[in-house]
C-alpha cells in the first residue's frame, strides 16, 4: 500500500506545539514508508480562520523542516464537493432534510438533559416527507445514523473501541445556509486525497464514529486511524498558555533550533528504547505507531534546553554562525565573523539556546574601546587592578598569541608578583569581554587576536561606562 498521511490544521492562532507533533508524526509515518505527506488547511469557519494563522502554519511547517507533497489543500475551496456529496446521500435516502425550528432543538435538548443524557437530536424529521415541510424554515441536512448496532475502531494507538449506535445522533451535514460542517469535509477530503492513515489527536476519537458512519453511507472504504494522546505541562495539566510559551513560533524565538524541536517532539509519546537523542535521518528509520503511547506526554522545557544544547554542539561552526545571526544585534563584517568562528567552540560548549549563545558573543564582536557595566567599572578603577593591566600589558603585548605562551606569560607573571593566577585571569575577563563569565580566559585571548585584546586592555585603563 502507497501510504499518504496528511495534517490538517485549522489556521484560527499560532501553530501549538502538539499541532507541530502531529504533522511530524504525520511526516515521520509517511516518509518511513516512502509515502506522501499532505497539508490541508481546513479554513471553513470563515470567522476564526485568518491568514496569519495560515502563515504561521507554512513558516512553523518549514522551520521544523516538514515538507510536505504536493500542493497545499484548501478546504474552503472545496465545499462545492462537500456539498454535492450531501446531495448524493439525501437521493441514496441515507440523509434528509431537517426542519426543526430552533425552539424544538432546545426542548430536544433540554428533555435529554432531564434524562441525565448528552443533548442529542431525536430524529425529528428523519421519516417526515418534506413535503410537510414548514414555509419560511430553510432546512439543514442530517445523516441518517443506524440506530441499532455499534460502530468499531481498531485504532492504531488507543486499540479497539467501540461505541453504541443509540448514542449517534443524526449528525448535521449541512448547516442551515447551505454550508458544509467539519464532519462532512473532513471524511470528503480525506477520501478525496487518498488519505489511507490519520493521525491525530485523540480529543478527535470521538468524531471519528460518526465519522465511520458517513464513510459508511458513501461506500467508500475509510482509513485507518491514529489517535495519539494530548500532550500535558509538566505539572500532568493540558498543555496550556498557563504553562508558558506553547506555541512553535515562541521556541523560535527563544533560540531553539528546529532539529532540538522536532527530537523533542518526537519524543512526546514516541519512543524507541532509552534513546534521547534521535536526528532525522534515525527518526524516519525508526517511527512506527506500533510505539505510540497511550498515556499523554509531558512536555519539560529542561527536556528541550538539554536536546537544544546538543544540537548546538553538533552544528558545524560555519553553519551555527549563520544561525546565529538573527539573534545578534550587529551585522557582522569579515574580521567579526572570523572572531565569532574562533570563539564559537569554546561558547557553544557553555550554551544552551541561541539567545544565551549570541549573549557570550557579543563581547567578542565589538570593537575596543568596550561600553562597561558599573559593576565592570568598579572592578577595573580599583587602584590594586589597574597596576595590574598595566603590568602585565608589556608582557602581553611581547607574547606570542597562542593559548600555551600566553598562559607561560601569565604564570610568569603572577609568580613574580605573588598574585593569585585566578585573580589575574578574573581580571583580564572583565578588561576583555565587560563580563563576569566568559569562556577560559586563553580561549578569549586567542578568540580576540592580539591587536583587539591589547586595544581592549588599553580601554580598560581608561575605561568608558555604557
Ligand atoms: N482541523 C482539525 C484540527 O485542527 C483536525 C482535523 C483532523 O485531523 O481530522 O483540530
Redesign the pocket.
Known amino acids: 500500500m502507497h501510504v499518504v498521511t496528511?495534517?490538517?490544521?485549522?489556521p484560527?492562532g499560532a501553530l501549538h506545539l502538539g499541532?507541530a507533533r502531529?504533522a511530524l508524526f504525520n511526516w515521520l509515518f509517511a516518509r518511513h514508508h516512502h509515502g506522501t505527506f499532505l497539508l490541508?488547511i481546513?479554513d471553513t469557519d470563515r470567522e476564526r480562520s485568518t491568514e496569519t494563522s495560515v502563515q504561521a502554519v507554512f513558516d512553523g511547517l518549514k522551520w521544523l523542516n516538514l515538507t510536505w507533497d504536493q500542493e497545499v489543500v484548501f478546504?474552503f475551496s472545496r465545499a462545492a464537493m462537500h456539498v454535492t456529496a450531501a446531495h448524493q446521500l439525501v437521493e441514496k435516502g441515507k440523509a434528509y432534510y431537517c426542519y426543526a425550528t430552533p425552539e424544538e432543538l432546545d426542548q430536544m435538548r433540554a428533555e435529554a438533559k432531564a434524562k441525565g443524557l448528552p443533548p442529542r437530536y431525536n430524529g425529528l424529521w428523519r421519516n417526515r416527507s418534506p413535503n410537510e415541510a414548514p414555509s419560511g424554515v430553510r432546512p439543514v441536512v442530517r445523516l441518517k445514523m443506524p440506530q441499532q448496532g455499534a460502530t468499531h475502531v481498531d485504532d492504531l494507538v488507543q486499540g479497539p473501541v467501540t461505541v453504541s449506535n443509540a448514542q449517534l445522533d443524526d449528525m448535521v451535514l449541512l448547516r442551515s445556509d447551505g454550508t458544509p460542517t467539519?464532519m462532512l469535509s473532513?471524511v470528503v477530503d480525506?477520501h478525496a486525497m487518498g488519505i489511507t492513515h490519520?493521525?491525530?489527536?485523540d480529543?478527535?476519537l470521538t468524531?471519528t464514529f460518526r465519522?465511520l458512519q458517513l464513510y459508511e453511507a458513501l461506500g467508500w472504504t475509510p482509513p485507518q486511524f491514529a489517535h495519539i494522546p494530548l500532550i500535558h505541562g509538566a505539572d500532568g495539566a493540558k498543555l496550556s498558555k498557563r504553562h508558558g510559551a506553547v506555541s512553535v513560533d515562541s521556541y523560535r524565538t527563544l533560540g531553539y533550533l528546529p532539529e532540538a524541536m522536532c527530537n523533542c517532539l518526537l519524543r512526546l509519546g514516541w519512543g524507541h528504547g532509552d534513546d534521547e537523542i534521535i536526528a532525522r535521518e534515525q527518526a524516519i528509520a525508526w517511527f512506527d505507531i506500533a510505539h505510540v503511547g497511550k498515556a499523554p506526554a509531558r512536555f519539560e522545557l529542561a527536556r528541550l534546553d538539554h536536546l537544544n544544547a546538543h544540537y548546538m554542539r553538533a552544528i558545524p561552526d560555519a553553519e551555527l554562525a549563520e544561525r546565529l545571526k538573527p539573534f545578534l544585534a550587529i551585522s557582522l563584517n569579515e574580521k567579526q565573523h572570523q572572531r565569532l568562528l574562533k570563539s564559537l567552540p569554546s561558547l557553544k560548549q557553555r550554551t544552551k539556546t541561541l539567545i544565551d549563545l549570541a549573549k557570550m558573543a557579543t563581547p567578542y564582536l565589538t570593537e575596543a574601546p568596550l561600553c562597561y557595566t558599573t559593576e565592570a567599572l568598579e572592578v577595573l578603577y580599583s587602584p590594586g587592578n589597574r597596576a595590574i593591566i598595566d603590568g602585565i600589558f608589556p608582557l602581553l603585548a611581547a607574547s606570542t598569541w597562542t593559548a600555551v605562551a600566553l598562559e607561560t606569560t601569565l604564570r610568569e607573571f603572577t609568580e613574580a608578583k605573588s598574585i593569585g593566577f585566578g585573580k589575574v585571569a578574573q581580571l583580564l575577563r572583565w578588561a576583555l569581554t565587560g563580563c563576569k563569565v566568559s569562556p577560559g580566559i586563553f580561549e578569549v585571548l586567542e578568540a580576540l587576536g592580539q591587536s583587539e585584546s591589547l586595544a581592549r586592555l588599553q580601554s580598560a585603563c581608561d575605561p568608558k561606562g555604557g
Do not use: K, L, M
Open positions: 496528511r495534517f490538517a490544521p485549522s484560527t499541532s502531529t490541508r481546513e478546504q467539519y473532513v480525506d490519520v493521525i491525530r489527536g480529543d478527535h468524531n465519522q
